[in-house]
T-cell receptor
Framework: NAGVTQTPKFQVLKTGQSMTLQCAQD?????MYWYRQDPGMGLRLIYY???????DKGEVPNGYNVSRLNKREFSLRLESAAPSQTSVYFC????????????FGPGTRLTVL | AQSVTQLGSHVSVSEGALVLLRCNYS??????LFWYVQYPNQGLQLLLK??????LVKGINGFEAEFKKSETSFHLTKPSAHMSDAAEYFC????????????FGAGTILRVKS
């Protein structure tokens, strides 16, 4: 049982390049989330998927797109990376019932030059 | 909008001393509150959560937190700090919008001195 896994762990992009961050969970959870972590700001929600087949914008969605490929996988795409997107990205999942805990992946450290 | 405030971006304690990390929240409805810990270059790990069952919540690694509605607080404590407790700690509240997202505080970095 690996929990939530993310790839890659590190990535360096040049401004304007694109990339996709991958996330998978093996806990049969319904809901999945993408957050970004910036110093002194905690974590902020980019996009979420309440259930398979649905995705919705979070607080800071500009410059990102997502795909809920199936119940296990939830990817985040940067179409044209900008230096402001330099951050640590975390994927999380939650069973989807009431007070359920969100479980986090190990994160992807992205630098955009 | 619900928010979380963590008082003190950095806290330093001696090994064996009491750890107290402060968290205050704003919520118009009974909140679900969480403390997460993040070790360097790792993801977030759940320490404990409050879901209205009991006001004193015990978590992993000897940590506990007390929910005080009158003070809108959920402070994290540990009686005796260990070197391995050095990490960043985040308080969070679950909100109903955005698919029950978590609203996080800015985090508190705990340093443990030998």
């Amino acid at each position: 049982n690996a929990g939530v896994t993310q790839t890659p762990k590190f990535q360096v992009l040049k401004t304007g390049q694109s990339m996709t961050l991958q996330c998978a969970q093996d806990m049969n959870h319904n809901s999945m989330y993408w957050y970004r972590q910036d110093p002194g700001m905690g974590l902020r929600l980019i996009y979420y998927s309440a259930s398979e087949g649905t995705t919705d914008k979070g607080e800071v969605p500009n410059g990102y797109n997502v795909s809920r490929l199936n119940k296990r996988e939830f990817s985040l795409r940067l179409e044209s990376a900008a230096p402001s997107q330099t951050s640590v990205y975390f994927c999380a999942s939650r069973a989807g019932q009431g007070t359920d805990t969100q479980y986090f992946g190990p994160g992807t450290r992205l630098t955009v030059l | 909008a619900q928010s979380v405030t963590q008082l003190g971006s950095h806290v330093s304690v001696s090994e064996g001393a009491l750890v107290l990390l402060r968290c205050n929240y704003s919520s118009s409805v009974p909140p679900y509150l969480f403390w997460y810990v993040q070790y360097p270059n790792q993801g977030l790990q759940l320490l404990l959560k409050y879901t209205s069952a009991a006001t004193l919540v015990k978590g992993i690694n000897g940590f506990e937190a007390e929910f005080k509605k009158s003070e809108t607080s959920f402070h994290l404590t540990k009686p005796s700090a260990h070197m391995s407790d050095a990490a960043e700690y985040f308080c969070a509240v679950s909100v109903q919008e955005y698919g029950n997202k978590l609203v996080f505080g800015a985090g508190t970095i705990l340093r443990v001195k030998s």
